[in-house]
């Protein structure tokens, strides 16, 4: 990740679960250092601040997406749900609305009226499209925008890295970057894995992390958030999303050259170790 773009990230995974589970089906994670715990409350702030809990059995409520009404990284998560719900439907008046009226298109600039064109003969083409999101991250950027990066699998294609940049855009926030791994490691000529990518991916191989993600459900998805780095210590958490808050159950950090998780009390293999070590800034 370039510097300008290093902040928080916060996740969701979407459509690879089932119903939020009750509190104690879950088993409890060792707890982190005060600390950690003040980090993660105070990186989430942003989120809880988003919605309040609906009442029993309502639906949720629609996000406003006026850029006078919120911030991008609020508003993200709305307009991420508009675009995969209208590329699965193919639903071409919602896509409208979820785009800037310029967007940088996998390396190309342009318009609004363009994209959908593309989109309109890519659907046309594979009616019976549907794509499936999973690991998915928020994260604020530069100049008052956030970005969304995610994992995308359709049928008969690759597992690809995908990424939205959300902006400002006259009144209203919309889709201004649509991007994939593959096309910006090409535009950026990067052949180096960055650090907090190397911390997620060590984590998620855990068997520790995986029974936790087995609880993952579309109420309370399991993904990432990721803090400010503060000179060279790198600070990264796991836990479940829920619509007013992030429950914490894994802290990652990069600091001193040495990788630990929940404060050395989930055990990282030697060769993990080295694959984070090789990434992260020393």
Known sequence: MPKSSQGWLLSFLLAACSRDPKPEARPSVATASAASVATASAASAALAAVSTPPSAGAAPQRRDLSCSKGSAVEASSQLLDDWN???????????????????????????????????????????????????????????????ITFDKASAGAKTVRGRLLIQCDGEHYGIATESDAPSDALAKGQTHEDCEAAMYAVAFDLPEVKREQAYATDEAPFGGLSYPFEGKHVAVALGFHHPERFEATFFLDWDKGVFTINQGEVKVPAASQKRVQAACPK
């Open 85 to 147: 719900r209208a590329l699965n439907s193919h639903d071409l008046t919602l896509l409208e609305k979820a785009y800037a009226s310029r967007v940088a298109f996998y390396g190309r600039d342009l318009s609004r009226t363009q994209v959908l064109a593309a989109k309109r003969r890519a659907l046309a083409a594979t009616p019976n499209y549907k794509q499936h999101l999973s690991d998915v991250r928020f994260a604020p950027e530069a100049d008052s925008a956030a970005s």
